[in-house]
């Protein structure tokens, strides 16, 4: 007798007490989910963690670069999309040095390979004076903080991000 057939022979009756079963188990599922559930409402997102994290990376680049140009940069422009070469942002600097920057949003540690990639185009492709490579992450790999100092390109990470932006005035090139 196959698996249809048995189904046929069974009454009304016996899907019944089956749908009774299946309601009950999502009731004691519900239930369950509900005492999980957190009674105090979540913490409000902070107002600079949705401003850099809650917008498209084009965004992302177009803030940085209003930071640049706040601080006194000119011919300040949005560059980055393919074939690029990892450059998003140029500008020139009050002192009429070349500025390139590359914004990574990411939260992951930032590491050598992302830093060693950029320091392969900044200066030569580019013809950068001053390179600056802007990260959401919170921390920067020992290894990426070596190459990015032998290399001569200025690193910013959350927190220095966060303090360029709360002090005109203080920007990561000076």
């Not at 309601?23 to 409000?44: D, F, I, K, Y």
């Not at 949005?78 to 074939?83: A, E, I, Q, R």
């Not at 009429?96 to 590359?102: A, S």
């Not at 990260?135 to 360029?164: E, K, M």
Request: proline share 6%; net charge positive.
């Amino acid at each position: 007798m196959t698996a249809f057939e048995s189904r046929e022979r069974e009454s009304p009756g016996e899907h019944y007490w089956q749908l009774a079963g299946l309601v009950s188990n999502l009731e004691h599922q519900r239930t369950s989910l509900e005492r999980a559930r957190p009674s105090a409402p979540a913490p409000a997102v902070r107002p600079e963690v949705q401003r850099w994290f809650g917008c498209d990376v084009r965004q992302f680049r177009q803030q940085v670069a209003d930071l640049c140009r706040r601080d006194g940069c000119t011919r300040v422009s949005c560059v980055g999309g393919s074939g690029e070469s990892r450059a998003d942002v140029t500008a020139v600097l009050p002192d009429g040095r070349k500025l390139v920057v590359q914004c990574r949003r990411q939260t992951s540690t930032l590491g050598s390979p992302v830093v060693k990639a950029f320091a392969g185009s900044v200066f030569h492709v580019h013809r950068a004076d001053v390179a600056l490579l802007v990260a959401t992450c919170f921390q920067i790999a020992a290894p990426a903080r070596d190459f990015a100092a032998t290399a001569g390109i200025r690193l910013v990470d959350w927190n220095r991000l966060l303090a360029w932006e709360a002090k005109p005035g203080t920007p990561p090139w000076a």
